[in-house]
């Protein structure tokens, strides 16, 4: 495992590269170029307020920040979970020519997923000037919660972006598991509004511990909820050691199977 | 120096999951079909061989004789299913030219990428660059295009000379 961890750290180079490269060749022939990666995440916004606070009528006063703390927070979930399905099987080409240690490809994936999350804080802060929200010192909690997203998605895209390979049948099941996780989570309703009954939803949902705690530090200056941050941060190492573990023994199987 | 000893590659069908398959689409199109699963092949066995410092070595054989098999066994890329394989020093292999060509990317982010790729770090490839270009005969203007714009030639020519271009021992 030490020299698995040591030939990583060899071919940062090249994961650097790959998170760059990958993000530049987006948008590369759009007329709007890098300006999407704003537009990106503010389209998914209008068209959920539109829907909510248009059509239906529902949602409070600052029901615009509440959505796109929400949203902005999901995107980052969602697409890293979705690309870190392809984050190995689209490199076959690569993998199959190339000896590389094969979780740089879904550790780059999540890295760019971090990049356009940064783009969406932009669009967060726009917001909070527009509705006139002033967040307190708790927003000095916002790397805290970020580097335990990055480690809780880290977990996921390293377990998908194996699995996937042996089981190709995960792409096509994960659009759907999305969906239901995405209504499932605070992240268009608002969570005090839950009934009783169903308020394990939220307790059980990693995402909606993080949906609330960005709500907290950016729009109730209050406090993250801090224990079960903590508690998926030190899940989520766990399943990390274990995958360089796996990868380390088991990653040669993966170029006879693409 | 390397050495090969009785390796054997092994490439095995998941005999389970056809068999499951054939079943869900027995079920679905309601026929009784059964389709024989053939459990594994071995594309290379007992293979030995050794070859010292200097030596040139050349491998022939027919389609499917298991050429480029061992060349990926010889460059790590494969783990022998039996036998053994010792190599001192580095290996680094080119399998097929342009290997993991970027086609939305420049020529001059291609060649970044597969001297990386190939393991070496981005000063490597600084001190390397500009011969890269020049081999290639490719126009200045054309090396920060996206390599799609290419022609075939042109990505030929570059896929060769960065091929051909990195400092291997012999």
């Known amino acids: ?258 | 120096m390397i050495r090969l000893t009785d390796v054997g590659v092994k490439y095995s069908f998941n005999k389970k999951r056809i068999e499951f398959r054939t079943a869900i689409d027995n079920l679905v199109l309601g026929r009784n079909n059964k389709k024989a699963a053939k459990g594994e092949f071995w594309a290379l066995k007992g293979i030995g061989f050794e070859g010292a410092k200097g030596d040139i070595i050349g491998i022939i054989g027919s389609n499917g004789a298991g050429k480029s098999t061992l060349c990926k066994v010889l460059s790590k890329l494969l783990r022998p299913d039996s036998g053994e394989i010792q190599v001192g020093g580095e290996i680094s292999a080119l399998l097929s030219l342009g290997t993991g060509f970027n086609k939305g990317l420049s020529g001059k982010e291609n060649i970044y990428l597969n001297g990386m790729m190939l393991g070496f770090s981005r000063r490597d490839i600084d001190k390397l660059y500009h011969e890269i270009v020049e081999f290639s005969g490719l126009d200045n203007s054309f090396i920060e295009q996206p390599i799609k714009y290419y022609s075939s030639g042109m990505k030929a020519r570059l896929g060769f000379s960065i091929a051909r271009c990195w400092p291997l021992k012999y």
Do not use: C
Request: proline share 3%; no cysteine; aromatic share 16%.
């Open chain 1, 1 to 258: 495992m030490d020299s698995y961890i040591k030939e990583l750290i060899k071919r940062r180079d090249l994961l650097i590269y790959l998170v760059t490269s990958g993000l530049k060749a987006q948008h590369r022939n759009s007329f709007l170029g890098y300006f999407w990666w704003l537009l990106d995440p503010l389209l998914g916004v209008v068209v959920y307020y539109f829907l909510v606070a248009v059509l239906f009528g529902h949602g409070g006063e600052a029901y615009g920040v509440y959505l796109v703390v929400g949203m902005i927070t999901w995107r980052w979930l969602s697409t890293t979970t979705m690309s870190s399905a392809k984050a190995i099987t689209g490199q076959s080409g690569i993998i199959s020519q190339v000896y590389l240690p094969k979780i740089i490809f879904p550790l780059g994936t999540s890295l760019t997923q971090l990049v356009n999350f940064s783009f969406g804080l932009v669009i967060i802060a726009l917001f909070l000037v527009y509705f006139k929200i002033m967040p307190g010192v708790e927003i000095l909690w916002l790397p805290f919660i970020m580097f335990i997203q990055q480690l809780f998605l880290l977990a996921i895209s390293l377990t998908l972006g194996y699995i996937s390979v042996f089981i190709r049948d995960i792409e096509n099941v994960l659009s759907h598991l999305m969906r239901i996780w995405f209504y499932s989570s605070p992240v268009i309703w608002e969570a005090d509004r839950i009934p009783a009954k169903y308020s394990w939803l939220i307790d059980i949902n990693p995402a909606s511990a993080f949906l609330i705690s960005y709500r907290n530090i950016f729009m109730h200056g209050s406090n993250p909820e801090l224990l079960k941050l903590l508690l998926i941060g030190t899940a989520s190492i766990i399943v990390i050691g274990f995958m360089i573990y796996y990868y380390n023994r088991n990653e040669h199987k993966i170029i006879k199977a693409l």
